[in-house]
């Protein structure tokens, strides 16, 4: 069965310093990645998503994440963070479910930039 | 415009009462989700709709009874409200079951359940 791992619940981080977010996935078939950021009192909003191709996937707000297959992992940088990047991030996998498919979230990573 | 909007933002209320919270999209998806965000963060997924056909139903007491009347609105019915109700409630949809799983998911902002 599929599950994810956030290795960090949270993260300080100067402004305008690298961060990276990590994130494990376990599981026995192919999967499809996501990074979502909850924004404080916000619903969640995509960020980026591995399905296929292109280890490197880039997404909004300058993050971009590696998908690494032999290493099972999916972490997520910035070389750059600003004040405005403080949020609650989530790693997420698909799991098949019955014939769909659902998320399975990672129990979140809480981004704090300090100026 | 909201994509996905969600009624009331904030609900607080005594245990045993029932109480309703509803989600409408109007992204034109044919899925939608019901998940529960407890007081550590911690996401998960309790119901989901394809096309107002039940798809997804999680481990989840029987006391939620969720309604999709049509394919763009999703209702979540809470019977006998507990303590441990007390959680943040998002609605979200996505494009459909035949994504295969690919499709993102568009969250609504939320609705605060406070049990007291």
């Known amino acids: 069965a599929q599950s994810v791992t956030q290795l960090d619940s949270q993260v300080p981080v100067f402004e305008e310093a690298p961060v990276e977010l990590r994130c494990n996935y376990s599981?026995?078939?192919?999967?499809?990645l996501f990074w979502y950021v909850q924004y404080p009192n916000q619903g969640l909003q995509l960020l980026l998503k591995?399905?296929?191709?292109?280890?490197l996937v880039k997404g909004i707000n300058g993050f971009e994440a590696e998908f690494n297959k032999s290493q099972t992992s999916f972490h997520l940088r910035k070389p750059s963070v600003h004040i405005s990047d403080t949020a609650e991030y989530f790693c997420a996998v698909n799991r098949a479910s019955g014939g769909y498919n659902k998320l399975i979230f990672g129990a979140g990573t809480r981004l704090a930039v300090h100026p | 415009d909201t994509a996905v909007s969600q009624t009331p933002k904030y609900l607080v209320t005594q245990m045993g009462n029932d109480k309703s919270i509803k989600c409408e999209q109007n992204?034109?998806?044919?899925?939608m989700y019901w998940y529960k965000q407890d007081s550590k963060k911690f996401l998960k997924i309790m119901f989901s709709y394809n096309n107002k056909e039940l798809i997804i139903n999680e481990t989840v007491p029987n006391r939620f009874s969720p309604k999709s009347p049509d394919k763009a609105h999703l209702n979540l019915h809470i019977n006998s409200l507990e303590l441990g109700d007390s959680a943040v409630y998002f609605c979200?949809?996505?494009?459909?079951?035949?994504?295969?799983?690919?499709?993102?998911?568009?969250f609504g902002p939320g609705t605060r359940l406070t049990v007291l």
């Open positions: 992204l034109g998806h044919d899925t």
């Open positions: 979200a949809s996505s494009q459909g079951v035949a994504s295969g799983g690919t499709d993102t998911q568009y």
């Open positions: 591995y399905l296929s191709g292109s280890t």
């Open positions: 599981s026995s078939v192919s999967v499809y």
